[in-house]
T-cell receptor
Framework: QKEVEQNSGPLSVPEGAIASLNCTYSDRVSQSFFWYRQYSGKSPELIMSIYSNGDKEDGRFTAQLNKASQYVSLLIRDSQPSDSATYLCAVNRGADGLTFGKGTHLIIQP | GAGVSQTPSNKVTEKGKYVELRCDPISGHTALYWYRQSLGQGPEFLIYFQGTGAADDSGLPNDRFFAVRPEGSVSTLKIQRTERGDSAVYLC???????????FGPGTRLTVL
């Protein structure tokens, strides 16, 4: 059974601070890891992908992967109110369908 | 370029009816995926196409659900004898060659009365 676990939140972070979102997964064969942002009533939007251990930075976003610990995280620097959304962690083995967590609801307080 | 498109955006039907949901992937993407999402949950994988063939249909919940992609582009998800529990948002995604990033369409909200 492939599982992805996330804290559902809500996670409340002051504007301008760093938001830290965490995710663990059970399938050791997982090779690809993704973070999606989903606004209420909208579909998931891809914001980060990571495939190897370590950090990957893209603008204000940094994804971190630790395959030994089966752990992936997303850091959002200089958080903005527009970052308020649900963040979905997703993993797969390569070409197969994604397994998603339930998502973490992030609230950025102005 | 155009993203993934799905039609209709909303579908209301009665229990027992048949419905078809359509997905048009990003041009050039050979891999196409269907998911469904219930309120408060992450998307749940249903089926994956590579070209015209279903490479993995292990997520289809039962034999009332069927999907096709006859020409390797547009796909149709078909649900027979709909039940109230089928109510959800049905999402389609595509990726370039079946590995890597998947991009989602806007979804079809299905309501079974």
């Amino acid at each position: 059974q492939k599982e992805v676990e996330q804290n559902s939140g809500p996670l409340s972070v002051p504007e301008g601070a760093i938001a830290s979102l965490n995710c663990t997964y059970s399938d050791r064969v997982s090779q690809s890891f993704f973070w999606y942002r989903q606004y209420s009533g909208k579909s998931p939007e891809l914001i980060m992908s990571i495939y190897s251990n370590g950090d990957k930075e893209d603008g204000r976003f940094t994804a971190q992967l630790n395959k030994a610990s089966q752990y992936v995280s997303l850091l959002i620097r200089d958080s903005q109110p527009s970052d308020s959304a649900t963040y979905l962690c997703a993993v797969n083995r390569g070409a197969d369908g994604l397994t998603f967590g339930k998502g973490t609801h992030l609230i950025i307080q102005p | 370029g155009a993203g993934v498109s799905q039609t209709p955006s909303n579908k209301v039907t009665e229990k027992g009816k048949y419905v078809e949901l359509r997905c048009d992937p990003i041009s050039g993407h050979t891999a196409l995926y269907w998911y469904r999402q219930s309120l408060g949950q992450g998307p749940e994988f249903l089926i994956y196409f590579q070209g015209t063939g279903a490479a993995d249909d292990s997520g289809l919940p039962n034999d009332r659900f069927f999907a096709v992609r006859p020409e390797g582009s547009v796909s149709t998800l078909k649900i027979q004898r709909t039940e109230r529990g089928d109510s959800a948002v049905y999402l389609c995604a595509s990726s370039l060659q079946g590995r890597g990033e998947q991009f989602f369409g806007p979804g079809t909200r299905l309501t079974v009365l």
